[in-house]
């Protein structure tokens, strides 16, 4: 069905995207600290491994982050493209991250580590790498979170019901860019 209403929506000349979440907000009072988030995978804004992508094996590249701000009781990693043709999509969400993360290796299961992980755009629960079309470059974000609590929000969790549990409690965030090309 969605297909068909972007379809007329595309040729009544409308641009057919989902609606974004509303990004997470700081306690009231509290002004959002920065976090400096880098990989070992990949330079800030430069290729992101063949081997972290569709075309390779899938394997979450490797993300490092700094302290964060006294207070913080878990983190949140989201990785997006805002490039996606039908707007920005979501390649993974990790929450719940202990306080004392301040790092994932390359190709972690999130759960070892105490975290959850939500579904992400290809309707699944895992990280999925950079896919995007032939010969288009795209940016990937990867976002990460500091907060001031642990979230009462379950495995396979979407981006709308993370960033509602989150609202009120981000403490400091930072992000790190790579690119990949088809």
């Given at each position: ?98 306080a ?27 990280y ?14 990867f ?40």
């Amino acid at each position: 069905m969605r297909a068909f209403v972007c379809a007329i929506a595309i040729a009544l000349g409308a641009a057919c995207q989902t609606q974004q979440p509303i990004a997470p907000m700081p306690p009231p009072g509290v002004s959002v600290g920065s976090l400096t988030v880098t990989s070992k995978s990949f330079a800030t804004k430069g290729p992101i491994p063949v081997d972290s992508s569709c075309d390779g094996s899938d394997r979450s590249p490797q993300v490092t982050w700094s302290a964060p701000p006294e207070g913080t009781k878990s983190f949140v990693l989201v990785v997006e493209d805002p490039d996606a043709p039908n707007g920005t999509f979501t390649h993974w969400l990790v929450f719940d991250l202990p306080a004392e993360t301040l790092a994932l290796g390359e190709g972690v299961d999130p759960s070892t580590l105490g975290a959850k992980v939500g579904i992400n755009d290809f309707k699944n629960v895992r990280y999925n790498g950079p896919c995007p079309p032939r010969r288009e470059l795209h940016r990937y974000v990867f976002r990460v979170f500091a907060l001031d609590a642990t979230l009462a929000t379950p495995d396979g969790a979407t981006k709308e019901a993370l960033y509602g549990a989150m609202n009120g409690h981000v403490l400091a965030e930072g992000y790190v860019v790579g690119t990949f090309s088809r």
